[in-house]
C-alpha cells in the first residue's frame, strides 16, 4: 500500500488518492469499515467490498440497488458517491451523495456508534474524501471548515492539508506556516503534504530559488519515501510523478535548464495516477530546444499517460494537454489544427481543484495561442490569395478578412486577462507561475500588439527590477525590448538589445533565438547591414521558419524558373507571396520541372541550400467511386468533388511555404502509434506523424 499522502502538494497538481495510510489514526480504505457495524445488509457490505476492490461498475450498480429499496442507506449514498467522484469524475454528483451519507451517519448513526463504541473509521473516510472533492470543485472555503471538522473529531490533524484549500483562496502566509509545521512532522504522510505545500507556496511567492529548493526537498524525501517501500528497485518506483514535475516547473524558474528534463524524465519511469502529466513538460521543453520530432514522441506519450488515467483525473488537464498539441501544430505550421484543438481547451476548460493556476491563468495562456494561430492563419490566407490569379484573388482575400475579425474577441479576451499589473509582470518574468506564458515564452512579444507599447514597456521594466537578483533573467528582457523597440521603429536599438540577447540567452533556447533572430534581421535590414540580416534571417529559417510567416515578415530574393510551362506558373505565384519581395544578391527561390512534377528550392545569400518542397500530378479520379455507405458519406464525398484541387504550381506554392515558413522535421519511414487512438504506419516525411495527432474527434 502507497503509504505517501493521498494529496500530495504540488504547484500544478496534487497526488490523486488511490489508497490512505493505514497507521497512527490515518484515514484507511474503504473496505476497513467493518461489516456489520451499523447493521447494514449484506448487499451494503457487498457495495463496500466492490468498492474496496475498486470495481467501480459493480459497486455503483449494487449501490443503486441498495437505494432503490432503500432511500437513506448511508452505505448506498457513499458508495455511489465514490464510484461518481473516483471514477466517473462526476463531481456535482457526487458531493449531493457524500454529503447525504455524512448527513445519514451525524444525524442517525454517529450516536449509536458512540454509544456501544463502533469504530469510526467510515465516518473519518466520509468526511476526508468530501474533503477532497469539495478542493476539486473549487470549494475552498467548505474544504478548511470540513478539515477543521475532522480535525476536532480524530488523529493526526491534517495540518498539510490546510496548507492547499488556504493557498487557492490567496492567504499564501497562513498557508506557509501550515506547510511549515506539518513539513517538520514525524509523521510520515504529514511531512509528505507539509513538504509539497511549501513548494506550492513559494512558487505562488514567485521565489525562485526558494522555489526550487522547496519543490527539491520534497522530491528528495519521496525518493527516500519509495526507496524505504521498495527496497532494491531498479527504478524509481511509484509516487514520484507529482514531486518530479513540481522540480522540474521549479528548475526552469531557477533557469536550471540542464536539470530540468532530467527532473521529468524521472517523473515517467512508472506510470501514475495523477494529471501531473510530465510528458506534457517533456513536449514544451523539446519545442522550447528546437527538438521538433522529439516533441511529437513526447505528444504520444502525453495522450497515452492521460488516456490510463482514471476518467476523473483524465478530465482535470484535458485542455492543458490540447493546448500543448495546439502548440506543437503552430509550431510546424499547422495553424488550422492549433486552432481547432484550443477551441476545444477553451470550450471545455479543466478543473482548477487540483492546480495552483488560476482558471484566468489558464485561458489566457489558451488565447495568447490562439492569437498566434489567428496570425499564422491570416498570413497562411494572405499568401495563397497571391498564388492565384486576379480573378479567384478577390474571394480568397475577403476570407482574409473574416480571419481578422474572428480574431478581434481573443484580443479582446488578452487584454482582459491582461488588465492587472501583477498578471503582465507575472508573464514577462521567465518560467514564473501567475503568467500566462507558461513555456512558450517565445510567444510572449505577441503581447506588444494586444496591450500596446507603454502598458508593456512599463510591465517590462517592473519585471526587470524584480529579478534585478537574477543575472541569467536579462537576456530574456533584452529580447523582449528589443521586440518592443522594433514596434516603436528604433531599429538600431533593437538589434543593439537582440544581439546583446543572442551572445547570452542559453543555448536551449533555441525558439527564443529564433524569434530574436528575426527581430535582428529585421533591424539590421533597416540599418543598411544587409550581410548580417540575411544570416540572421537563415538561421531563423533553419530552426523555425513560422516566426518569418507569423510575425508577417518579407525575405528579400529573387525568383527563377528553369524551363516554361508549370514552373514558370509556379515561379510567377511564388515571386507574389508576400514572404518574398524582389532583391538580387539575397535569397534565391529556384523552381525546376522534374519529369512530370515541379521542384523549388530556397538557397540562402551564400548559395547553401535551405530548404525545397516537390510536387507530382495527382492520380485520375476513380472513374467508378465505390458506393456510400450512408447518406452523410454521399453528402460528404460530393462536396469534397465541389471543391476542384488547385493546379499543380498553386500546390507547389503552397508545399513550398509549408516547408519553408515551418519548423523542420525529419524525414525517414515511420511506425507509429497516432495520438487519436488509431494505428498508422507509413512511409513519407515525418511532418506526417502530426496526422495522428487529429482525428474527427480528438477527444
Not at 469524475?89 to 451525524?106: P, T, V, W
Not at 543598411?528 to 518569418?548: K, N, Q, W
Not at 476542384?644 to 522535421?665: D, K, T, Y
Request: glycine letters at 8%; aromatic letters at 8%; proline letters at 5%.
Amino acid at each position: 500500500m502507497n503509504r505517501r499522502s493521498s494529496i500530495a502538494w504540488s504547484v500544478a497538481v496534487l497526488l490523486p488518492i488511490v489508497a490512505f495510510v493505514a497507521s497512527d489514526g490515518v484515514p484507511v480504505r474503504a473496505q476497513l469499515a467493518a461489516p456489520g457495524v451499523f447493521d447494514d445488509t449484506a448487499e451494503e457490505q457487498d457495495a463496500m467490498r466492490l468498492l474496496g476492490e475498486e470495481k467501480f461498475v459493480s459497486a455503483r450498480t449494487t449501490a443503486e440497488d441498495v437505494l432503490d429499496g432503500r432511500p437513506n442507506s448511508l452505505i448506498g449514498h457513499y458508495v455511489l458517491g465514490m464510484c461518481l467522484f473516483q471514477a466517473e469524475g462526476s463531481l456535482a454528483r457526487a458531493m449531493f451523495h457524500l454529503g447525504r451519507a455524512r448527513e445519514l451517519y451525524e444525524a442517525t448513526w454517529s450516536a449509536e456508534a458512540q454509544s456501544n463504541g463502533a469504530p469510526t473509521e467510515l465516518h473519518q473516510q466520509i468526511l476526508y474524501n468530501t474533503a477532497r472533492l469539495a478542493g476539486q470543485m473549487e470549494l475552498y472555503e467548505y474544504q478548511i471548515e470540513l478539515l477543521g471538522y475532522y480535525d476536532y473529531l480524530y488523529e493526526p490533524d491534517l495540518i498539510g492539508e490546510r496548507a492547499w484549500p488556504l493557498l487557492q483562496s490567496g492567504d499564501s502566509e497562513l498557508a506557509r506556516e501550515f506547510a511549515t509545521t506539518a513539513a517538520n512532522s514525524r509523521n510520515t504522510w504529514q511531512r509528505s503534504a507539509g513538504l509539497n505545500a511549501l513548494c506550492a507556496v513559494e512558487g505562488a511567492l514567485m521565489q525562485r530559488t526558494p522555489y526550487f529548493e522547496a519543490c527539491l526537498a520534497a522530491l528528495e524525501a519521496a525518493r527516500d519515501e519509495v526507496a524505504e517501500r521498495e527496497p532494491g528497485s531498479e527504478d524509481t518506483g511509484g509516487g514520484i510523478a507529482v514531486d518530479a514535475y513540481n522540480t522540474t516547473l521549479a528548475a526552469m524558474a531557477d533557469f536550471r535548464f540542464s536539470e530540468a528534463e532530467e527532473f521529468a524524465l524521472e517523473g515517467v519511469r512508472r506510470l501514475e495516477f495523477t494529471p501531473a502529466n510530465p510528458w506534457r513538460l517533456l513536449l514544451y521543453l523539446r519545442l522550447t530546444e528546437g527538438r521538433f520530432d522529439d516533441a511529437v514522441a513526447a505528444a504520444q506519450s502525453m495522450l497515452s499517460w492521460r488516456a490510463r488515467q482514471p476518467l476523473y483525473l483524465r478530465n482535470q488537464a484535458r485542455a492543458e494537454g490540447d493546448a500543448a498539441l495546439a502548440t506543437l501544430f503552430l509550431t510546424v505550421g499547422e495553424a488550422s489544427r492549433a486552432h481547432t484543438r484550443l477551441r476545444f481547451a477553451m470550450e471545455q476548460p479543466d478543473r482548477r481543484g487540483m492546480t495552483s493556476g488560476d482558471a484566468e491563468e489558464a485561458s489566457g495562456h489558451h488565447a495568447l495561442l490562439l492569437w498566434a494561430s489567428h496570425a499564422a492563419q491570416s498570413e497562411t490566407r494572405n499568401e495563397e490569395a497571391a498564388f492565384y490569379g486576379w480573378t479567384s484573388r478577390f474571394g480568397r482575400l475577403f476570407g482574409r478578412a473574416g480571419e481578422y475579425f474572428a480574431a478581434v474577441p481573443t484580443a479582446e479576451m488578452l487584454a482582459a486577462v491582461m488588465s492587472s499589473d501583477k498578471r503582465i509582470v507575472a508573464t514577462l518574468q521567465p518560467y514564473l507561475r501567475g503568467g500566462i506564458s507558461e513555456f512558450t515564452y517565445w510567444l510572449v512579444g505577441d503581447l506588444i500588439e494586444v496591450l500596446g507599447d507603454g502598458v508593456f514597456g512599463a510591465g517590462l521594466e517592473l519585471a526587470r527590477e524584480r529579478d534585478a537578483a537574477y543575472p541569467a533573467a536579462t537576456p530574456y528582457y533584452d529580447a523582449l525590448e528589443a521586440e518592443l523597440e522594433a514596434h516603436r521603429g528604433d531599429s538600431e536599438d533593437a538589434l543593439m538589445l537582440a544581439q546583446r540577447a543572442l551572445d547570452e540567452l542559453p543555448a536551449t533556447e533555441i525558439m527564443l533565438r529564433a524569434r530574436t533572430s528575426a527581430i535582428a534581421a529585421e533591424a539590421a535590414m533597416d540599418e543598411g547591414r544587409r550581410d548580417l540580416a540575411l544570416s540572421m534571417y537563415t538561421e531563423v529559417l533553419r530552426t523555425d521558419g513560422g516566426f518569418i510567416r507569423r510575425l508577417g515578415m518579407s525575405l528579400p530574393a529573387s525568383v527563377v524558373a528553369v524551363g516554361g510551362g508549370n514552373a514558370s506558373a509556379a515561379a510567377d505565384a511564388i515571386a507574389r507571396s508576400p514572404r518574398f519581395h524582389s532583391s538580387d544578391g539575397a535569397f534565391v527561390v529556384r523552381v525546376d520541372a522534374v519529369g512530370d512534377g515541379i521542384r523549388a528550392c530556397l538557397n540562402d545569400h551564400r548559395g547553401n541550400q535551405v530548404r525545397c518542397a516537390q510536387v507530382w500530378p495527382l492520380p485520375p479520379p476513380d472513374p467508378e467511386p465505390p458506393p456510400m455507405a450512408t447518406d452523410d458519406e454521399a453528402e460528404e464525398a460530393a462536396e469534397e468533388e465541389a471543391d476542384e484541387p488547385p493546379p499543380i504550381h498553386v500546390r507547389l506554392a503552397m508545399e513550398f511555404h509549408r516547408q519553408i515558413f515551418s519548423a523542420r522535421i525529419t524525414s525517414g519511414r515511420l511506425d507509429m502509434q497516432s495520438l487519436d487512438g488509431r494505428n498508422i504506419s507509413e512511409s513519407a516525411v515525418a511532418r506526417d506523424r502530426l496526422e495522428g495527432l487529429i482525428g474527427e474527434n480528438p477527444h
